[in-house]
């Protein structure tokens, strides 16, 4: 299995820009997740979705933040318009519900700079 | 609410040297702990875990962990450093009021000198 896999790896913007981080979960788990890691703040989830339903939402930090799940196999995190407090590197996870059992699994990540 | 503490930002420790990485956690019932590995640039990796049954959980790696519910701590322990262990730890917890969802600790860097 090719693990979580996330695209661009690294993506440098300017502040306004649109940008949309990209994401493709192990095949067959059920669970999606979005963090992001900064020095600051440490690592944040976002957004996690179960069954490509978003759960749990609250960790979206505005308004400018939006991510969807289309299918089992994709999910996009966009941030529009980004800003340079936007800058951070963001993770997807996936896992599959197997009764206790809640490894996740996280992808390499995308280094996103704002200037 | 559930929450893990990872008291230490830093860890340094001698190659060949036991290791310890500290993390207490504060649950409503019974805990499901997690320790996870990041290296310089890469995504989380997950080292263990403990559920349920004997207190002391082998992980990948050599590293174990030791589950004490009367201090409520689950410590990382590893009974020889390496240099290639050096990297940054995170101590979680699954919240129990959302099914799958990990609550981290803030992280410790693990630093093993040669």
């Known amino acids: 299995d090719a693990g979580v896999i996330q695209s661009p790896r690294h993506e440098v913007t300017e502040m306004g820009q649109e940008v949309t981080l990209r994401c493709k979960p192990i095949?067959?788990?059920?669970?999606l997740f979005w963090y992001r890691q900064t020095m600051m703040r440490g690592l944040e989830l976002l957004i996690y979705?179960?069954?490509?339903?978003?759960?749990?939402d609250s960790g979206m930090p505005e308004d400018r933040f939006s991510a969807k799940m289309p299918n089992a196999s994709f999910s996009t995190l966009k941030i529009q318009p980004s800003e340079p407090r936007d800058s951070a590197v963001y993770f997807c996870?996936?896992?599959?519900?197997?009764?206790?059992?809640?490894?996740?699994?996280f992808g390499p990540g995308t280094r996103l700079t704002v200037l | 609410a559930q929450s893990v503490a990872q008291p230490e930002d830093q860890v340094n420790v001698a190659e060949g040297n036991p290791l310890t990485v500290k993390c207490t956690y504060s649950v409503s019932g019974n805990p499901y702990l997690f320790w996870y590995v990041q290296y310089p640039n890469r995504g989380l990796q997950f080292l263990l875990k403990y559920i349920t049954g004997d207190n002391l959980v082998k992980g990948s790696y050599g590293f174990e962990a030791e589950f004490n519910k009367s201090q409520t701590s689950f410590h990382l322990k590893k009974p020889s450093a390496l240099v290639s262990d050096s990297a940054l730890y995170f101590c979680a917890v699954r919240d129990r009021g959302a099914t799958n969802k990990l609550i981290f600790g803030t992280g410790t860097l693990l630093a093993v000198q040669p």
């Open positions: 095949s067959g788990h059920d669970y």
């Open positions: 996870a996936s896992t599959r519900w197997v009764g206790s059992t809640d490894t996740q699994y």
């Open positions: 979705f179960n069954n490509n339903v978003p759960i749990d």
